[in-house]
């Protein structure tokens, strides 16, 4: 049994490589099960939020909010709207069209359902961070969202590796 939990300022060590100036880039966090994508994902949803940047969270399997009662188990920040328990091929769109955010963070990305609703993000100007099971960018070639990743959809993308405990990075790419 694996217990949520947070752990503020993980995030530290990438928001560098997420934020390029005032831009959110558009970010995929890759890693095995286990490695911390959601607690790293959490994190980055509390240091945008508290920085004034209007963060949304699709919460499919309420792994990021913890919600409970309508209210959120995890600390997100004043500026986090979080859209708990829909599936991100409907949540995502609800977001863009109601919550009018700056970014949208979402888990486990990967379906092929999933992909309209990253395109829609990308076509109205919201910034998408969010995680997908891998070792490897073959990984991720042949995950639904491949072919936007090899498009270059997202242009930051980091390695988590299981190595040293949850959380750490192995590996930052960035493209253009």
Same mark, same amino acid.
């Given at each position: 049994?694996?217990?949520?939990?947070?752990?503020?300022?993980?995030? *530290?060590?990438?928001?560098?490589?997420? &934020?390029?100036? !005032?831009?959110?880039?558009?970010?995929?966090?890759?890693?095995?099960?286990?490695?911390? !994508?959601?607690?790293?994902?959490?994190?980055?949803? *509390? #240091?945008?939020?508290?920085?004034?940047?209007?963060?949304?969270?699709?919460?499919? *399997?309420?792994?990021?909010?913890?919600?409970?009662?309508? !209210?959120?188990?995890?600390?997100?920040?004043?500026?986090?709207?979080?859209?708990?328990?829909?599936?991100?091929?409907?949540?995502?769109?609800?977001?863009?069209?109601?919550?009018?955010?700056?970014?949208?963070?979402?888990?486990?990305?990967?379906? @092929?359902?999933? #992909?309209?609703?990253?395109?829609?993000?990308?076509?109205?100007?919201?910034? &998408?961070?969010?995680?997908?099971?891998?070792? @490897?960018?073959?990984? #991720?070639?042949?995950?639904?969202?491949?072919?936007?990743?090899?498009?270059?959809?997202?242009?930051?993308?980091?390695?988590?590796?299981?190595?040293?405990?949850?959380?750490?990075?192995?590996?930052?790419?960035?493209?253009?």
């Amino acid at each position: 049994i694996r217990f949520a939990r947070e752990i503020p300022g993980c995030s *530290r060590k990438v928001m560098p490589e997420i &934020l390029q100036g !005032k831009k959110i880039c558009n970010t995929l966090i890759i890693s095995p099960p286990g490695c911390g !994508k959601t607690t790293l994902l959490r994190d980055i949803a *509390r #240091v945008l939020s508290e920085n004034g940047i209007q963060t949304a969270v699709c919460d499919d *399997r309420s792994e990021i909010a913890g919600m409970y009662q309508g !209210k959120s188990g995890f600390q997100l920040g004043p500026c986090c709207d979080v859209l708990d328990g829909c599936d991100k091929a409907w949540g995502i769109p609800m977001l863009i069209r109601s919550m009018a955010p700056q970014v949208i963070i979402t888990d486990e990305i990967g379906k @092929s359902s999933d #992909v309209p609703a990253v395109m829609q993000c990308m076509a109205s100007g919201v910034s &998408l961070i969010t995680s997908i099971h891998g070792s @490897s960018f073959q990984d #991720v070639q042949r995950s639904s969202i491949g072919n936007l990743a090899e498009q270059g959809i997202f242009q930051t993308m980091i390695y988590l590796t299981g190595k040293g405990g949850p959380g750490n990075v192995k590996e930052v790419i960035h493209y253009a």
